[in-house]
């Protein structure tokens, strides 16, 4: 081949990882555009960088978001979005049931800066109107809830929020966008820790915030002063994810509806959670906001005992806290997403000792129903 032959025009067809921490710019004069904001580029990667940027932009859309960030993990998501918005002596208006980790940064490092959380039932929505006071800077929401799918009314807390002119937050991880469009409701932005669906495949850690470019912006801000930066290969591990995401979320709505309706059937187990089950005091509430119910199923065995009988007996089924990737996982709350509450807030939250909950997988669906009755027999033997 002649050495002077012109190179073909080529680019990748999967976005590549840019694993480099930091970015040249050709001349000083184009540096200093960029940091006049006259022109774009990258910098240094806790900033920005092309192959996260990739993923923002995918997810800003499946959100119907201006924008969106990514962070290194789901806590950073929601620690940052805190810190963005509070200031000490601010009150948080918050939901519960929520994430553990999440009341825990509530009780735990937010009440350091004399933060003060009010909480209302999920499933009452008129309780978040009065708890607002002056001094709330912030709703914060979850739904469906962790670990019982309690479900929260989003047409009406984004209009409680907007007249009351706070600032609404709300972790719809278990949902995924695909099942759950928050921002149409009018809340203000939206986190998913995307290390469950969102990745997909259990091997990644993350979070994202979508919302407003104007709150993005601050954000931003935010991510640059703590640091909780995304890495590249994290991000195309993600990218790669969300290309199956639409197909997986409906194969997992598809399997848990079907493990519900078998779980229904059986007796002895105290309650069976499904936002898709008539049996959800919710059904009709849930089926007016998301297209699909999400692969999580929450039941009671009805005694701790019981409970580590079951998940010890499974054989499929994995005893893993997490949620979200193809293989199916369960976990006993209290000894894992909820570790460590007080007493007072699982009592609140209705997180019993015998409380499992299922993340149904990939799986074929007759092989996990075989599995959960040879492990309910177990259980209920005596
Ligand atoms: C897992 C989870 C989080 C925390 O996300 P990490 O990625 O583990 O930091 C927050 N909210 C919900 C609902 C979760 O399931």
């Known amino acids: 081949m002649p050495r002077k032959s012109k190179k073909i025009n080529q680019s990748p067809v999967v976005t590549p990882i840019f694993q480099s921490s930091t970015f040249t710019f050709p001349d000083t004069a184009s540096l200093i555009d960029f940091q006049k904001g006259k022109r774009k580029g990258f910098i240094y990667t806790r900033y920005g960088n092309p192959t996260i940027e990739a993923v923002e932009n995918q997810i800003a859309r499946l959100d119907g978001a201006q924008d969106s960030l990514l962070f290194s993990s789901g806590m950073a998501a929601i620690s940052s979005a805190c810190l963005t918005l509070l200031e000490s002596d601010d009150e948080i208006v918050s939901s519960y049931p929520i994430y553990g980790g999440t009341a825990k940064l509530f009780d735990q490092l937010l009440k350091k800066f004399n933060i003060k959380v009010v909480f209302f039932p999920a499933d009452d929505i008129n309780r978040l109107s009065r708890s607002i006071t002056r001094k709330t800077k912030l ?27 706070v600032f609404s937050i709300i972790d719809s991880t278990f949902a995924t966008p695909v099942n759950q469009k928050p921002l149409d409701f009018g809340i203000d932005a939206v986190i998913h820790s995307v290390t469950k669906y969102l990745g997909g495949h259990s091997d ?21 002063h703590l640091g909780g930066c995304a890495d590249p290969h994290q991000a195309f591990l993600l990218d790669r994810g969300l290309k199956t995401l639409e197909i997986r979320v409906e194969k997992h709505n598809f399997n848990a509806a079907s493990i519900a309706k078998f779980l229904e059937s059986v007796s002895g187990l105290k309650g069976v959670i499904y936002p898709g089950s008539f049996s959800h005091p919710q059904h009709d509430l849930a089926a007016r906001q998301m297209s699909g119910f999400g692969g999580m199923v929450s039941f009671d065995l009805g005694s701790k005992r019981k409970a580590i009988r079951f998940v010890d007996s499974l054989k499929v089924i994995k005893n893993a806290s997490s949620l979200g990737g193809t293989e199916s996982l369960i976990s006993i709350p209290i000894w894992t997403s909820h570790f460590g509450l007080r007493q007072e807030t699982l009592t609140r939250s209705g997180i019993t000792p015998g409380l499992v909950r299922l993340s149904v997988g990939l799986e074929a669906d007759n092989v996990l129903i075989k599995d959960i009755s040879q492990a309910l027999r177990i259980a209920f033997r005596r």
């Open 139 to 165: 709703v914060y929401l979850e739904s469906p809830a962790n670990p019982n799918l309690k479900i929260i009314d989003l047409d009406s807390a984004g209009r409680i929020a907007k007249r009351r002119k």
């Open 204 to 224: 990644i850690v993350g979070g994202v915030i979508s919302g407003s470019a104007r709150f993005m912006g601050r954000v931003r801000e935010t991510r640059k």
